[in-house]
């Protein structure tokens, strides 16, 4: 029998939350069903709630940062057991064989994969995400937690964490290397952390020094304010690698020019408009320009003991259900800290709507 649970769902762009009831289903021979205890908010579930990103299927729940617990295996479930602690990140299916697939870069499937929410399952409806009490997942897209990481600084690492751990490490960052940090945000301050994690000397790039001191606390060496005159010359052919966190338009040939011979500028922010790129800026130095979109299952996991050997987790703030819309909104102004849970135990709180 399917399982039912609550769920905050919108069923509009401009509708306000409301907490309902949905069915997950009954675990298949392979599946996990997870007790959910910690959300992330996402800038992508904004996106994706407010139609930014085609079209979302209403109503629906968001959410691809869970972090919870094992209530239930199916019968052919060799990983994880009852009691497990386990988390689901952006991706809940994939084809399994394709070439991407078999190498552990699910994320990149030849045949389309699922998404967590907003995309077509196997049975054909549409996935519903992590705002919720619970969720059946397939058990190649649970990853273990480790003990050393609570839920809730946890959750955030299964988009945030792996979305700028994996060009870190697919560029090789290490010890004596001049890394720079595009943006102190939601995702910058994961990245930092894990830049410094890997023996980097990290720069934080930003339009102000407003954040230095937070920055100095995570482990950057330095903060610079791009709207320093003369910044680009000043500073250029200063990094082996740059990774730009920020979704606003910027001047890519200038901050290519910040980069030493043969350096890296990984995008992994997602501007709403076409850059202009001169490619001298490339073929000058033997650069690289480069975009990262999460990463695979093996990488995730990688990711999460990674951030359990080195301390890592993301900076939080903790909000109710009810709460939720307000949190939105102040998601969207950039005025959090550095990145929104919910707290799922608080659907007990909260009635299922009219």
Same mark, same amino acid.
């Given at each position: ?16 939350? +409301?907490? $309902?009831?949905? /069915? #997950?289903?009954?675990? =298949?021979?392979? *599946? ?5 205890? @910690? &959300? ?93 009490? +619970?969720? $059946?997942?397939? /058990? #190649?897209?649970?990853? =273990?937690?480790? *003990? ?5 600084? @946890? &959750? ?189 135990a608080t659907f007990e709180d909260v009635p299922v709507s009219a």
């Open positions: 029998m399917p399982i039912t649970v609550k769920a905050l769902q919108k069923f509009g762009p401009d509708q306000p939350f +409301k907490v $309902t009831e949905i /069915e #997950r289903r009954d675990p =298949r021979e392979d *599946d996990v069903v997870i007790k959910i205890e @910690a &959300a992330g908010i996402c800038h992508s579930d904004l996106h994706t709630i407010h139609n930014e990103w085609g079209q979302a299927h209403f109503p629906l729940a968001v959410g691809h940062e869970i972090a919870g617990t094992v209530e239930a295996v199916g019968s052919a479930v060799t990983k994880f057991k009852v009691g497990d602690r386990v988390g689901v990140g952006c991706l809940v299916n994939s084809c399994g064989q394709c070439e991407q697939c078999v190498a552990g870069f699910e994320n990149n499937c030849l045949k389309g994969n699922v998404g967590t929410y907003n995309s077509r399952d196997v049975d054909g409806s549409i996935t519903q995400g992590g705002y919720a009490q +619970k969720i $059946t997942v397939n /058990e #190649r897209f649970v990853l =273990r937690i480790p *003990d050393a990481l609570d839920f809730d600084v @946890a &959750a955030p690492l299964l988009c945030a964490g792996i979305t700028t751990y994996s060009p870190l490490a697919r560029w090789g960052v290490k010890p004596g290397m001049k890394v720079a940090i595009m943006g102190l945000g939601g995702l910058g301050h994961m990245g930092l952390q894990f830049a410094v994690a890997m023996g980097a000397e990290v720069t934080v790039l930003s339009r102000s020094l407003s954040k230095a001191e937070e920055a100095a606390k995570l482990g950057a060496a330095r903060t610079l304010a791009t709207s320093e005159e003369g910044f680009f010359k000043k500073y250029r052919g200063e990094f082996d690698l740059i990774l730009n966190t920020i979704s606003a338009p910027i001047d890519l040939n200038a901050y290519l020019g910040l980069l030493k011979p043969r350096g890296v500028l990984s995008v992994v922010g997602l501007p709403p408009q076409p850059l202009q790129l001169r490619m001298g800026s490339l073929v000058g130095g033997g650069k690289v320009l480069t975009g990262n979109n999460i990463g695979g299952i093996p990488e995730t996991q990688e990711m999460l003991d990674f951030c359990a050997e080195h301390g890592i987790g993301a900076v939080i703030e903790k909000v109710a259900v009810d709460q939720v819309d307000e949190a939105y909104e102040r998601v969207a102004a950039g005025k959090v800290h550095f990145r929104v849970v919910i707290d799922t």
